[in-house]
């Protein structure tokens, strides 16, 4: 460390790189590069994989990876999103990270397809390898499910209030919203009833700074909490490209949706600002 950098400058440009790494393990996997993904591993790494199987050094590691990924990926992605980064030590880090498996074209599959790693990495040599890896599944209890159409009806409103905000068009924004509907906004004002909904909307898209601006929103941990309600989590970014590089959102929201008459409405809306690391 020079001595113009603090500690915390040193952390955070850790936290930096072990995200980029994070995105590298995203990469490599996406693109059956096995010797790309190998590289991330210390020789003496250990790597328990999401089916519990535990391999032992990268030797173990590399014959595994070079049965296992070459065709592993066909018609379908993945998603790695970094969601914790500490630093037990000044020369280890634990990264925790969200996973999940996608379709081809990057929707999530039905039932959704969900790991929880974590890593823990070493700096070798000048730059940060994986010592320890284990991967767990996400298994979905049975009463918390939503059939496939109602889920890809609540990410298509969520998408018009993307699509919305992104072409200043305060009518897609509010197109789903119920006439009871309360929002609290990323500045904590609440509001309630649609009209008043409406009425911030349209003043807010005229300021310079929501006029410009763009936004990615992805919808995680759809649960189904009795047959015409359902909660789910949405995370933002400036851009898709921020999010799949794994950077962290921006913004996270709490959405609540009611079905009336057959159709789904976004009856609240909760939305946090992240604080920068």
């Known amino acids: 460390m020079s001595p113009i950098e603090s500690p915390a400058t040193a952390a955070s440009r850790d936290a930096d790189r072990l995200t980029e790494l994070v995105a590298a393990i995203q990469r490599t996997q996406r693109a059956e590069d096995v010797d790309?993904?190998?590289?991330?591993f210390a020789t003496d790494a250990v790597w328990v994989n999401g089916a519990g199987g535990r391999l032992l050094g990268v030797e173990e590691i590399a014959d595994f990876t070079r049965k296992a990924l070459p065709g592993?990926?066909?018609?379908?992605?993945?998603?790695?999103?970094?969601?914790d980064v500490r630093f037990p030590a000044p020369d280890v880090a634990i990264a925790s990270v969200d996973q999940e498996y996608l379709t081809a074209d990057g929707q999530s599959f039905s039932p959704r397809r969900e790991g929880?790693?974590?890593?823990?990495?070493?700096?070798?040599?000048?730059?940060?390898?994986?010592?320890h890896g284990q991967n767990t599944g996400v298994i979905q209890p049975a009463d918390e499910t939503i059939a496939p159409g109602d889920a890809a009806t609540l990410r298509d409103i969520v998408a018009n209030v993307e699509r919305g905000f992104n072409e200043n068009d305060a009518e897609l924004l509010i197109r789903d919203i119920a006439p009871d509907a309360r929002i609290v906004n990323a500045?904590?004002?609440?509001?309630?009833?649609?009209?008043?909904?409406?009425?911030?909307?349209?003043?807010?898209?005229?300021?310079?700074?929501?006029?410009?601006?763009?936004?990615?929103?992805?919808?995680?941990?759809?649960?189904?909490?009795a047959p015409d309600v359902a909660?789910?989590?949405?995370?933002?970014?400036?851009?898709?490209?921020?999010?799949?590089?794994?950077?962290?959102?921006?913004?996270?929201?709490?959405?609540v949706f009611a079905r009336r008459d057959g159709r789904w409405?976004?009856?609240?809306?909760?939305?946090?600002?992240?604080?920068?690391?």
Do not use: C
């Open 36 to 40: 790309g993904f190998l590289a991330l």
């Open 265 to 277: 409405w976004i009856l609240r809306r909760q939305n946090t600002l992240v604080a920068a690391a």
């Open 116 to 131: 929880r790693p974590t890593y823990v990495w070493a700096r070798r040599d000048g730059d940060w390898r994986i010592v």
């Open 72 to 83: 592993g990926m066909a018609g379908q992605s993945v998603r790695y999103d970094v969601t």
């Open 231 to 255: 909660v789910a989590h949405k995370r933002a970014w400036s851009t898709a490209e921020a999010a799949d590089r794994g950077d962290a959102p921006e913004m996270t929201a709490l959405y």
């Open 187 to 225: 500045v904590g004002a609440e509001l309630i009833g649609r009209e008043e909904i409406e009425t911030s909307t349209r003043k807010a898209l005229l300021r310079a700074h929501l006029r410009d601006a763009t936004a990615h929103y992805r919808l995680d941990g759809i649960v189904l909490l």
